[in-house]
């Protein structure tokens, strides 16, 4: 996930996982089975799965074995595995950036890369606050509104301003919205002119530490290629840390908080700080080809019309712990989810050896997640059938290794009619949904399920990521410590793997298409 993370309360209800609450899909699920594909997959030998890599060699080869051994069919053609052209962009760490008379360091108090194929970038620029960086027309909102940026380097903040005003009338309140996400700040930068953004960023509202911008943002990166080279995105794509735009903002003569402040009120102007920023930004380009995988059983009715349950088998491969170079071999996420799909793909294809599906059901794992849902991204534009034809996109990224629970979490506050599969799935079970514990942190758009919603295609995240382990977030996500322990009872997994089963069972057969609720922005 580019992802941000569940943290909040943790006290959960007692809830014991037995016969009463399993489907037949969850009473066939060899949980065995799933405990040694994520083994394997979260092992020192897979390298933590960067793609490029030879982790994605090994990974890949391990998927498309299992898919074959279980009986799947290939997904694009006669092939398991669809390419996807990356472009491989290291940024030499070697740079600093100067606002003004200000010198920040690399790092610590900034992080800065591209998406542009070009080996260099020089800023030498005008800096312009300009609030939450966003323009939705649909919430009379202009942060833009009456500055030319264009060429100029921008600063914004995280979120957006119903988060800071926590008036749920205002956009959505705590809720964070699609404006509220970096990738959009980024986005709606580009639209503008401007040459350069940094964001600046504040725990709470990012829903991630420091450590996280840090990590990802002085590792290679990989991104989608057009036919212009990715010219028209915007030239830096930056974050800059809390205490440093502090310090920029007294340099511009300006109180950051008070900023911070006058931003997220109705009226507010972007304003020139009367500095200039100089970056200059190297990067080393290759390009190269990962892969997406994914098998299918073909429907008996309506083959045209797919069912999909994803999750994506990327990892952050090898990082820097403390001067020391470690395995990223996340265990969570997201080994976790992929051996979900390998499991329940066995099981759905036993069942359908006795009773066919009407429609096909596909299996996938996806590539580059971990850098902006890219192999999602490729996928939704490159669809193996019509759009119209994906009838459900169901993704799991980071599943509940431990005790079961009495409740389903709902991300997006309710977008489609996926939900209400959903619900009366789970009240089968005995569970309850239970709405997102960090709305703020805007999980429905960090995951490749928000790829195929942007297209249309009603789509949904299950997820329990850290959910029912406190120190997970905080110790382990994104770092050395995502690994496999014996440990884990796996009984959240089971019954997470029997609720979507069993909702993919019900759309394979029952001839419905899901819509999207009105007024959801991405829907159709």
């Known amino acids: 996930m580019l992802k941000s993370l569940l943290s909040g309360a943790f006290a959960l209800a007692t809830f014991t996982l037995n016969a009463n609450t399993l489907s037949p899909i969850g009473e066939s699920l060899n949980m065995e089975n799933y405990r040694q594909d994520v083994k394997t997959l979260a092992s020192d030998e897979f390298e933590g799965r960067a793609p490029l890599s030879e982790g994605e060699t090994k990974t890949i080869a391990y998927l498309i074995k299992q898919m074959k051994g279980m009986?799947?069919?290939?997904?694009?053609?006669?092939?398991?595995?669809?390419?996807?052209?990356?472009?491989?962009?290291?940024?030499?760490?070697?740079?600093?950036?100067?606002?003004?008379?200000?010198?920040?360091?690399?790092?610590?108090?900034?992080?800065?890369?591209?998406?542009?194929?070009?080996?260099?970038?020089?800023?030498?620029?005008?800096?312009?606050?300009?609030?939450?960086?966003?323009?939705?027309?649909?919430?009379?909102?202009?942060?833009?509104?009456?500055?030319?940026?264009?060429?100029?380097?921008?600063?914004?903040?995280?979120?957006?301003?119903?988060?800071?005003?926590?008036?749920?009338?205002?956009?959505?309140?705590?809720?964070?919205?699609?404006?509220?996400?970096?990738?959009?700040?980024?986005?709606?930068?580009?639209?503008?002119?401007?040459?350069?953004?940094?964001?600046?960023?504040?725990?709470?509202?990012?829903?991630?530490?420091?450590?996280?911008?840090?990590a990802g943002g002085t590792t290679t990166k990989f991104t989608l290629m057009d036919s212009n080279n990715n010219m028209s995105r915007v030239g830096v794509m930056g974050w800059m840390h809390l205490r440093a735009a502090e310090k920029v903002f007294k340099a511009a003569g300006m109180d950051y908080r008070e900023m911070k402040a006058a931003a997220g009120k109705r009226g507010f102007k972007p304003v020139d700080m009367q500095l200039d920023a100089q970056l200059t930004l190297k990067n080393a380009i290759e390009k190269a080809e990962s892969l997406n995988v994914a098998g299918i059983i073909p429907g008996s009715e309506t083959p045209d019309e797919w069912v999909a349950f994803h999750a994506h088998w990327d990892g952050l491969g090898k990082g820097l712990e403390n001067g020391k170079e470690v395995i990223l071999n996340g265990a969570i996420d997201n080994a976790t989810g992929v051996a979900g799909v390998l499991e329940l793909g066995r099981v759905m294809k036993a069942m359908s050896n006795k009773k066919p599906f009407k429609r096909t059901l596909m299996f996938g794992a996806f590539t580059a997640e971990e850098t902006g849902l890219i192999g999602a991204e490729h996928f939704a534009r490159n669809l193996p059938i019509p759009k119209d034809n994906l009838i459900a996109f169901l993704n799991t990224d980071g599943m509940n290794v431990n005790n079961s629970v009495d409740y389903v979490l709902r991300y997006g506050g309710g977008v489609s009619e996926l939900d209400d599969y959903v619900e009366k799935t789970a009240s089968k079970q005995g569970r309850h949904i239970k709405p997102d514990p960090r709305p703020q942190n805007g999980l429905f758009f960090r995951s490749d399920h928000f790829a195929l919603a942007k297209q249309g295609v009603p789509a949904v995240l299950f997820m329990s990521l850290g959910d029912t382990d406190a120190s997970f977030i905080a110790k382990r996500y994104h770092k050395s410590g995502d690994d496999y322990f014996e440990s884990w009872t796996l009984d959240g997994v089971k019954q997470d793997l029997d609720l979507i089963g069993q909702i993919m069972a019900e759309l394979a057969n029952n001839g419905d298409y899901p819509k999207y609720y009105d007024g959801v922005s991405f829907g159709n």
Request: aromatic letters at 14%; glycine letters at 10%; hydrophobic letters at 40%.
């Open 71 to 214: 009986g799947l069919e290939p997904a694009f053609g006669h092939s398991y595995t669809q390419k996807v052209t990356l472009a491989k962009i290291t940024a030499d760490q070697n740079m600093s950036l100067k606002m003004g008379d200000l010198t920040l360091t690399n790092g610590t108090e900034f992080v800065a890369r591209t998406e542009q194929i070009t080996d260099q970038i020089l800023l030498d620029d005008d800096v312009v606050f300009a609030g939450y960086g966003i323009v939705a027309p649909e919430y009379n909102w202009n942060d833009y509104e009456g500055l030319d940026v264009k060429g100029k380097t921008v600063i914004v903040l995280v979120n957006d301003p119903g988060f800071a005003s926590q008036d749920k009338e205002f956009f959505t309140g705590n809720a964070m919205t699609y404006y509220g996400r970096w990738t959009y700040k980024y986005e709606e930068a580009a639209r503008q002119g401007a040459k350069a953004v940094f964001i600046v960023h504040e725990t709470m509202a990012a829903g991630y530490g420091w450590g996280v911008v840090q």
